[in-house]
């Protein structure tokens, strides 16, 4: 049993401002939980897969991935988000449409999983993240 966790959004509807706040809030509530992130490190030669706190990641694109927890270090499905609006612009415009906005209004899909039912699904939000 799990929960199904959808993010669809109209990003032609949403300047680029709006956009940057809600991401600017998604990272208090990515540092308020243990959350992991997938990193590869080099020990011995090897490319190690390692289980690291979630952070936004700023390389190439400013962007966080959620896989799992720390606290009970379980891995599970990954949950990313983008900083940049345009990203959900050029990369999936078109996959599906709303049926109640004319046609060129276009949905994307940001989020689209069943999270499994584990434990750090379940968690209380802490009281930073209730309004």
Avoid at 32 to 38: N, S
Wanted: proline fraction near 4%; glycine fraction near 4%.
């Amino acid at each position: 049993m799990g929960t199904y966790i959808y993010l669809s959004i109209l990003p032609n509807q949403i300047s680029r401002a709006e956009w940057e706040q809600v991401y600017e809030e998604s990272l208090t509530l990515l540092n308020a939980f243990p959350f992991a992130q997938i990193e590869k490190r080099d020990y011995f030669g090897f490319q190690v897969p390692v289980y690291t706190r979630a952070r936004e990641m700023t390389e190439k694109d400013r962007y966080w991935r959620i896989s799992g927890d720390l606290q009970s270090k379980q891995f599970a499905e990954s949950f990313k988000l983008y900083r940049d609006l345009e990203k959900y612009k050029t990369n999936r415009k078109g996959e599906t449409s709303d049926i109640l906005l004319a046609d060129e209004h276009n949905t994307v899909s940001v989020f689209d999983s069943k999270t499994q039912g584990l434990n750090y699904h379940l968690e209380p939000l802490p009281k930073c993240c209730i309004s």
